[in-house]
Structures are given as C-alpha cells and as structure tokens.
C-alpha cells in the first residue's frame, strides 16, 4: 500500500499521451477514459491529472473532491447515453485489494438487469 509512486504505471504513460486512450472528457484537473478490458458496455475510468496519489490513504482532500465531482458527471452522462439499469461505481487499493494500476482511479461500471458482468 505504501510503496512510491512509479512515474512508469499504464495511466501517467496514457497522462504523458505515450500510449493511446479514448477520451470521454477531459480538463485541467481530471481525464476520463474508456476500459481497455470493459467489465460492460460503456466502462469508464476516472483519474487525476494533477496527483500522484497510487491510492485513497494518499489522495489529496481537495483533490479527492474534485475527483469525485467529475465521477458523478461521468455516471450521470453513461446513464444518459447507455440507460443501464443501475451502475457501479469502484475503487480498488493494493494488490490485495484488487488494484492493478497504481494511479488512483475510480471505475464507473454500468449494469443491466439479467447481463452477466464480463471477466
Ligand atoms: P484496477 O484493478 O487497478 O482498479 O483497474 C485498472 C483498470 O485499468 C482495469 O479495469 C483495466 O482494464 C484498465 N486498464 C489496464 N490497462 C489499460 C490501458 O492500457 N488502457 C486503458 N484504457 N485501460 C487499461
């Protein structure tokens, strides 16, 4: 949980634009993108563009709070534009705790009733 921040992880290279993503918004403080491993139809990732926090233990209050303003929009704009009939909303610290990449990110997951979720 603890280790430092590795400028390397997929998420500052795709920040750094060293390796493609798709866009669904973008500003000055945070980037949301498409799951390149969708766990449904119109998965989504948000994340900092300013932190270097791996997890929420080290994030920013500030930081936070603008983080999770931007994963509201992002959820109120799938509804819109997928009409699931629900969502998740996920955010996983350590490996232990099912994190992959170590940039904080929250997941913005739509459900259907009746759809298995993939993976
Ligand atoms: P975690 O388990 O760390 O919360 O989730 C990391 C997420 O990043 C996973 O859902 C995985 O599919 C996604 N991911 C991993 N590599 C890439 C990538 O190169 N591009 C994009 N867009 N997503 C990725």
Redesign the pocket.
């Known amino acids: 949980l603890h280790a430092p921040y590795d400028p390397q992880n997929?998420f500052a290279k795709?920040l750094r634009g060293e390796?493609p993503?798709?866009t669904v918004w973008e500003d000055d403080a945070v980037l949301v993108?498409?799951?390149?491993?969708p766990?449904s139809e119109g998965?989504v990732?948000i994340i900092s563009k300013t932190s270097t926090a791996r997890t929420l233990l080290e994030i920013e209050p500030e930081v936070l709070a603008t983080l999770i303003a931007a994963t509201q929009r992002t959820a109120k704009a799938v509804v819109k534009a997928l009409s699931p009939d629900g969502f998740s909303i996920?955010?996983?610290n350590g490996e232990a705790g099912?994190?992959?990449?170590f940039h904080l990110?929250f997941?913005v997951i739509p459900r259907w009733t009746g759809r298995d979720m993939k993976g």
Do not use: R, Y
Request: hydrophobic share 55%; net charge neutral; aromatic share 14%.
């Open positions: 997929i795709i390796i993503k798709v993108f498409m799951d390149v491993f766990q998965h990732l996920m955010q996983f099912g994190q992959t990449v990110h997941h």
